[in-house]
């Protein structure tokens, strides 16, 4: 029923086996990259939350969030390690009656 209001709530999000990939640079990171884009997009400032609740943009509460028999490469080629990740659970996330943006939601995640 959430579907049709204006924050869907998910009771359980479970990932299984997620495999990553960690790769640097000499000064920098893909992981490092893609945190960057995440907080600068979604560090809005109270102006453009207002304007995002107003533009009817879906939000999203998950109650329980796992990811678990996760996976990462660190290195590449021949030389890359695979280690395993320890397991994660998060519980709620926004609320039902706000819940949070997709990029919010990316931001608690990460």
Same mark, same amino acid.
């Given at each position: 029923? $959430?579907?049709?209001?204006?924050? *869907? ?6 990932? #299984? ?5 960690? #790769?640097? =640079?000499?000064?920098?990171?893909? &992981? ?5 884009? *995440?907080? @600068? *997009?979604?560090? $809005? $400032?109270? /102006? #453009? #939350? %207002?304007?995002? /609740?107003? $533009?009817?943009? =879906? ?6 969030? *796992?990811?678990?028999?996760? @996976? &990462? ?6 030389? %890359? &390690? ?6 994660? /659970? ?18 608690? &995640?990460?």
């Amino acid at each position: 029923m $959430s579907l049709l209001g204006d924050t *869907i709530v998910i009771e359980d999000m479970i990932i #299984e086996a997620p495999e990553f990939r960690y #790769e640097t =640079k000499l000064m920098a990171s893909n &992981v490092k990259d893609l945190l960057k884009n *995440i907080d @600068k *997009i979604a560090g $809005s $400032s109270d /102006e #453009e #939350e %207002a304007e995002a /609740e107003d $533009s009817g943009e =879906k939000r999203i509460a998950i109650k329980r969030f *796992i990811l678990r028999n996760g @996976k &990462v490469s660190i290195g590449t080629g021949d030389a %890359a &390690v695979t280690v395993p990740l320890p397991d994660l /659970e998060l519980n709620d996330l926004g609320s039902p009656e706000k819940g949070l943006t997709p990029m919010q939601l990316a931001g608690a &995640v990460s």
